[in-house]
């Protein structure tokens, strides 16, 4: 049996359970990765490849699901939050999106990455560089008058009750 026939013979939940499967094994290879080059070249060096990896894949991502909801290419702050939800590790996490007006805040009271770190007695992740970018040219693929700032995010931690929090605006044209 072909390995889409394989697909089409599950049922809609055995669907979304391999695609959690999918989500956590991807997040793993995304930790195991980092944790390489961390261990023999230190967090500085894996953080700069960290940045170098999502700079690329961000883009590659956001754009695929803006093909995949059919977006237009100004898509506002509705569009983020959609393509927000429907990202690999959006399934993963404990997340909320809050729109109001022209700005749209992303808190994850959760993170899988941290979760796993301090289970591991492993420093966290700072993850706030790497954050910036991800959230930045994924919100700008959406919709080009989109900016990015981080409200909380380790090591710059503003708001204890999440794990970090990142707030979208929608720049007004002239």
């Not at 999918?22 to 995304?30: I, Q, S």
């Amino acid at each position: 049996m072909k390995n889409r026939e394989v697909l089409q013979a599950l049922s809609k939940d055995e669907l979304i359970d391999l695609l959690a499967i999918y989500a956590k094994n991807w997040l793993a290879l995304d930790g195991v990765w980092f944790q390489s080059i961390e261990q023999k070249y230190g967090m500085e060096e894996a953080m700069y490849h960290d940045q170098e990896a999502w700079r690329r894949f961000t883009k590659i991502e956001a754009r695929r699901i803006r093909e995949f909801l059919k977006l237009p290419e100004r898509a506002g702050l509705e569009g983020l939050a959609q393509a927000l939800s429907l990202r690999f590790y959006a399934n993963l996490n404990q997340d909320e999106l809050l729109l109001d007006g022209n700005t749209l805040l992303y808190r994850v009271s959760e993170c899988r990455v941290q979760s796993a770190r301090t289970r591991k007695n492993m420093p966290l992740h700072p993850c706030r560089p790497v954050g910036l970018i991800e959230y930045s040219e994924f919100a700008k693929v959406i919709d080009d008058r989109i900016t990015c700032s981080c409200v909380s995010c380790y090591p710059e931690v503003q708001d204890p009750s999440c794990s970090c929090a990142w707030l979208f605006t929608l720049q007004e044209e002239p």
